[in-house]
């Protein structure tokens, strides 16, 4: 069965650092981009962060540009989120995604774009 499976989620303090890992399982990743986005409690789901499928590209919202950084090792099937400086308005559950379209150039934020999900994972930031 075809998934992606986060890890690494967990309680930090404010100013501490996580490190997310998706790794595909049954699924063809090379030549996908892959993407992270969260959701909080009561908000809609939104794009943190994306990468192209050879990594040369990134994308990152506004509200994590400088702190956090997106990854990839394709030899693996593997993508990170590194998260620094976390907030605690950074708390959330953080979805994994594999972009739809194959070998696309640029790295897309819109939620529909994305054909396969993770289960999530929560992410929290205490003050």
């Known amino acids: 069965q075809a998934r992606l499976v986060e890890s690494g989620g967990g309680l930090v303090q404010a100013g501490g650092s996580l490190r997310l890992s998706c790794a595909a399982s049954g699924l063809t990743v090379s030549g996908y981009a892959r993407a992270w986005f969260r959701q909080a409690p009561g908000k809609e789901r939104e794009f943190v962060a994306g990468?192209?499928?050879?990594?040369?590209?990134?994308l990152y919202a506004g509200s994590v540009k400088g702190r956090f950084t997106i990854s990839r090792d394709n030899a693996n099937d593997t993508v990170w989120l590194q998260m620094d400086s976390l907030k605690p308005e950074d708390t959330a559950v953080y979805y994994c995604?594999?972009?739809?379209?194959?070998?696309?150039?640029?790295?897309?934020?819109?939620?529909?774009?994305?054909?396969?999900w993770g289960q999530g994972i929560q992410v929290t930031v205490s003050s």
């Open positions: 990468i192209s499928y050879n990594g040369d590209h990134t």
């Open positions: 995604a594999s972009d739809s379209s194959r070998w696309a150039v640029v790295v897309v934020s819109t939620a529909g774009r994305y054909d396969y």
